[in-house]
């Protein structure tokens, strides 16, 4: 599971088999045998569930430790190598293995994490959450219809100016929203040190797979204890 992405029938033959252990103790079970639906069982304790895992989620949650080592300052072979053929935004396509995990794993990565600008070299323009707590193309999204590459680091756009990376003549609904950005970018100031990736927990928590995995799991409505 840290290093293959399971497939889907897989893991509905696993969960069959935990279901059938948990409620008959049996190789197999119906759905009468079921007290509760899986999903609920999958639930931590507190909200209500078993607190057994999701093995789809703990799969991209353990697959993810690859996406976050790249973008931590860590000097590794595999890293340097992957990053000679991708780019700083892994928008490149090597055609590994690796590659497959990067691209499905990314997205989800994104979702999870915020970003402490430091020079911006690894941190997406458009993707990730590092200004205004949401992505630029979801906040700005007539903006980001003109944008002429969307896989862009933040330090490309900061030291070429955000017009230069658009497709000209911008409409008047991309214009204001260009303007509106334009103030927001002239706060920030870069900064000779790496970007910092946390995951978007109150507390900023340092990613791990199991924060990874609250995050991802959740939020989930704890139980009616009344």
């Known amino acids: 599971?840290?290093?293959?992405?399971?497939?889907?029938?897989?893991?509905e033959i696993l969960d069959a088999k935990r279901r059938a252990f948990l409620w008959t103790g049996e190789d197999a079970c119906s759905g009468a045998n079921c007290l509760i639906a899986w999903d609920r069982v999958c639930r931590a304790r507190e909200c209500g569930g078993l607190g057994i895992k999701s093995l789809a989620n703990m799969n991209h949650c353990m697959?993810?430790?690859?996406?976050?080592?790249?973008?931590?300052?860590?000097?590794?072979?595999?890293?340097?190598?992957?990053?000679?053929?991708?780019?700083?935004?892994?928008?490149?396509?090597?055609?590994?293995?690796?590659?497959?995990?990067?691209?499905?794993?990314?997205?989800?990565?994104r979702g999870l994490t915020s970003v402490l600008l430091g020079d911006g070299a690894r941190t997406s323009f458009w993707f990730d959450n590092w200004i205004l707590n949401s992505p630029l193309s979801e906040t700005f999204p007539i903006l980001f219809s003109h944008c002429i590459q969307k896989d862009v680091a933040v330090r490309t756009v900061m030291t070429s100016g955000l017009r230069s990376s658009l497709h000209p003549p911008l409409t008047r609904a991309?214009?204001?929203?260009?303007?509106?950005?334009?103030?927001?970018?002239?706060?920030?100031?870069?900064?000779?040190?790496?970007?910092?990736?946390?995951?978007?927990?109150?507390?900023?928590?340092?990613?791990?797979?199991?924060?990874?995995?609250?995050?991802?799991?959740?939020?989930?409505?704890?139980?009616?204890?009344s």
């Open 1 to 11: 599971m840290s290093s293959i992405l399971l497939p889907k029938s897989v893991c």
């Open 63 to 109: 697959l993810m430790k690859f996406v976050h080592k790249l973008h931590v300052p860590d000097e590794l072979p595999w890293k340097s190598w992957f990053l000679s053929h991708a780019g700083p935004c892994l928008t490149g396509t090597p055609g590994s293995y690796l590659c497959s995990i990067v691209k499905e794993e990314l997205p989800r990565y």
């Open 174 to 225: 991309a214009e204001d929203e260009f303007l509106i950005l334009s103030d927001c970018l002239a706060q920030i100031t870069l900064q000779d040190k790496p970007d910092v990736r946390t995951l978007m927990t109150l507390n900023r928590s340092p990613f791990t797979t199991g924060e990874a995995y609250s995050v991802l799991q959740g939020p989930t409505i704890p139980a009616d204890v």
